[in-house]
């Protein structure tokens, strides 16, 4: 796989199959508008297509929006608009389209210069509306967000999905980019771990100017994208059975961020979160290794025991034949 990225570190992910590859989360740095999914050189021309999206940083309306909710607007041409209009209002609430903490999918479709068929809209949280020092609520949501976004993906067979960072600019508050960004890693480890099958590869990707000065909750972006999808066309359906008529696996994961800072901290975030992941597994392999041994020496112990039983058994019914013969003669 190809993405136009440049990948500066790789954790593995989950636990992968017989004949499946390792899902891994990887951290690159590039421009959310330029992702795609490229067919693997190692992949057989009857290999199953690969589907690709990207999950946008989007308000509770999902149709306006700076920063990288509107460039992605924009890229997308009029066919994302429309898609985007058409996305159900919920009943009672006067124009809110998707919740915080939840998600919904345009498409598939080509969207102008964009290389998906699939844009995920999901809504995190506003740090800003939350007093206090207590942010479990809006971390809730904004885990919930990212989570939410996967399941979409997998309902729509989607293989390799790119996520905007959610609540990472200005919608953060006084919430640490560290914080905002650990929820986010884990999140997605988090749904990897639980899903026996996950349905996707998944692109988080995090595309700034400048996280301190950017608009709202579109500081930072992540996409992925599919190089089978036309990005001419104006909004030209694409037929769905075409995109996910069958399941999929979810391959890799890619934070990219667009300035140093959100590099330094995605690459920091992930060390530490793997790092300790690498020492629970060492400390459990160590724990079952000894374990084995303790039971092989158990089950040696055993095989003894077992052996003195039946030579004890085996000299008793010796003693008693003899005893027989010596009180019961054979007559001449």
Not at 25 to 33: D, M, P, T, Y
Not at 40 to 60: C, F, H, L, Q
Not at 63 to 69: A, C, F, K, S
Request: hydrophobic fraction near 35%; charged fraction near 30%.
């Amino acid at each position: 796989m190809k993405m136009g990225l440049k990948t500066v570190a790789t954790y593995g992910l989950g636990n992968a199959t017989a004949g499946t590859r390792t899902p891994c989360l990887n951290i690159a740095q590039g421009s959310v508008l330029d992702f795609f999914v490229a067919e693997d050189e190692k992949e057989t021309k009857s290999a199953k297509p690969r589907v690709g999206a990207i999950v946008n940083a989007a308000n509770e309306g999902c149709l306006y929006g700076g920063g990288v909710d509107g460039a992605i607007n924009e890229a997308g041409g009029p066919g994302l608009w429309m898609d985007r209009k058409a996305l159900p209002v919920l009943e009672g609430t006067g124009d809110i389209r998707c919740r915080t903490g939840g998600a919904v999918v345009t498409g598939p479709n080509r969207y102008g210069t964009l290389r998906v068929p699939y844009v995920v809209h999901a809504v995190g949280p506003a740090y800003v509306r939350f007093e206090g020092d207590d942010y479990s609520q809006p971390d809730a949501l904004l885990r919930l967000a990212y989570q939410e976004s996967l399941k979409r993906c997998q309902e729509e067979g989607i293989t390799d999905v790119a996520f905007s960072l959610l609540s990472a600019g200005i919608f953060r508050g006084n919430r640490s980019l560290h914080d905002v960004l650990t929820i986010a890693v884990m999140a997605i480890r988090d749904w990897v771990d639980a899903e026996k099958e996950p349905a996707m590869d998944v692109t988080a990707i995090a595309d700034t100017a400048d996280a301190d000065t950017a608009d709202a909750d579109t500081a930072t972006t992540d996409a992925t994208a599919d190089a089978d999808a036309n990005a001419d066309a104006d909004g030209e359906d694409i037929d769905k059975d075409e995109v996910s008529s069958y399941p999929h696996r979810l391959e890799s994961i890619t934070l990219c961020g667009f300035s140093k800072r959100e590099i330094t901290v995605l690459t920091e975030v992930c060390r530490i979160i793997f790092e300790k992941n690498d020492d629970d597994k060492e400390e459990k392999d160590a724990e079952k290794e000894e374990n084995g041994a303790e039971a092989k020496e158990e089950q040696k112990e055993t095989a003894v025991d077992n052996m003195e039983v039946c030579e004890e058994t085996a000299v008793d019914s010796m003693e008693e034949q003899k005893e027989t013969a010596t009180n019961n003669p054979a007559k001449e």
